[in-house]
T-cell receptor, first 115, second 114 residues
């Protein structure tokens, strides 16, 4: 199993540009989520999905969109990039919902810089 | 609302000495608690978890943590540090009644000196 994969690993955007961060998992996990990691703030939940066709907002959803058309894929779209979105983005998946004692499997991250 | 406070942003120990990373949490209900480790330029890996079973939880690589409800603490310990333990550690709380959303602490960077 490849686990959770993310592409690209690094990305530089100009303010106002849009892009999609890709996330895929091959473990048949129903639950997938996106986090952003900023210094001193741990990880904050952006959006999550409990299964194909179902998504919901997390703690910091503004400026991001998600969709879940398949169990395997959960892309994150930045609609109009802003410098405040400079961060490291992690995708995660698990068998069940967050925190029910089920381990979250994290991808290697995407480092995004918005200039 | 739930929250997590990691009391030290940086901890430095010598190889072979004990490790203590401190975590206090706030939750209105019965929480699940986790410790994750992040090595440089890597994703996060689960070290251990507490989900209302035994209060002393053993994890991978010799780490363990004790859930103390009266002190609202979940400190991470290891008897003897290895150089390979140098990483960032995150304490995480989740509450079933808070939608199972994970709340991360700010992280503690552990440095291990030879």
């Amino acid at each position: 199993n490849a686990g959770v994969t993310q592409t690209p690993k690094f990305q530089v955007l100009k303010t106002g540009q849009s892009m999609t961060l890709q996330c895929a998992q091959d473990m048949n996990h129903e639950y997938m989520s996106w986090y952003r990691q900023d210094p001193g703030m741990g990880l904050r939940l952006i959006h999550y999905s409990v299964g194909a066709g179902i998504t919901d907002q997390g703690e910091v959803p503004n400026g991001y969109n998600v969709s879940r058309s398949t169990t395997e894929d959960f892309p994150l779209r930045l609609l109009s990039a802003a410098p405040s979105q400079t961060s490291v983005y992690f995708c995660a998946s698990s068998l069940e919902g967050e925190g029910q004692g089920y381990e979250q499997y994290f991808g290697p991250g995407t480092r995004l810089t918005v200039t | 609302a739930q929250s997590v406070t990691q009391l030290d942003s940086h901890v430095s120990v010598s190889e072979g000495t004990p490790v203590l990373l401190r975590c206090n949490y706030s939750s209105s209900y019965s929480p699940s608690l986790f410790w994750y480790v992040q090595h440089p330029n890597k994703g996060l890996q689960l070290l251990l978890k507490y989900t209302s079973a035994a209060t002393l939880v053993k994890g991978i690589n010799g780490f363990e943590a004790e859930f103390k409800k009266s002190e609202t603490s979940f400190h991470l310990t290891k008897p003897s540090a290895h150089m390979s333990d140098a990483a960032e550690y995150f304490c995480v709380v989740s509450d079933l009644r808070a939608g199972n959303m994970l709340t991360f602490g700010g992280g503690t960077r552990l440095m291990v000196k030879p």
